[in-house]
C-alpha cells in the first residue's frame, strides 16, 4: 500500500504562488506516473498535470495551467511538487496527490490507484 500526504497548501493573493508536496510512503513510487488534480465546489475533479515514472515519458498539463504551474518529482525523497505561479481565483480549489502503477501518463482519475486527503488552495482576488 502507498500513503500519499500532501502539503502546502493556504492562502495566497491572486499573482502568487504556492508549492505544493506530496510525499509517499509504504513503498517506493519511483517508478509510478505522479499527478496533482483539483476540485473546486460544485466541480467534477479534474486533471491539473502528471509526470512520468522518468520523466522520459514527459509531461502533462491542464491548459488552464501551461506556463504557471510545474510539475516535478525527486525519487530520493518519494516526493512529487507542483509548483503554482500566477494563481488566480479559478485556480482555487482541493489539490489531491494521486500515484498511478502504469508507467506512461495518464489523464483519467479511475486509472490512478492511490489518493491523498487533499489540501486546500485559496486564492483571493
Known amino acids: 500500500q502507498v500513503q500519499l500526504v500532501e502539503s502546502g497548501g493556504g492562502l495566497v493573493q491572486a499573482g502568487g504562488s504556492l508549492r505544493l508536496s506530496c510525499t509517499a510512503s509504504g513503498r517506493t513510487v519511483s517508478s509510478y506516473t505522479m499527478a496533482w488534480f483539483r476540485q473546486a465546489p460544485g466541480k467534477e475533479r479534474e486533471i491539473v498535470a502528471a509526470?512520468?515514472?522518468?520523466?522520459?515519458?514527459?509531461?502533462y498539463y491542464a491548459d488552464s495551467v501551461k506556463g504557471r504551474f510545474t510539475i516535478s518529482r525527486d525519487h530520493a525523497k518519494n516526493t512529487v511538487y507542483l509548483q503554482m505561479n500566477s494563481l488566480k481565483p479559478e485556480d482555487m480549489a482541493v489539490y489531491y496527490c494521486?500515484?498511478?502503477?502504469?508507467?506512461?501518463?495518464?489523464?483519467?482519475?479511475?486509472?490512478?490507484?492511490?489518493w491523498g486527503q487533499g489540501t486546500q488552495v485559496t486564492v483571493s482576488s
Open positions: 509526470v512520468s515514472w522518468t520523466g522520459t515519458y514527459g509531461t
Open positions: 494521486a500515484a498511478s502503477t502504469l508507467r506512461y501518463l495518464q489523464v483519467v482519475s479511475t486509472l490512478y490507484d492511490y
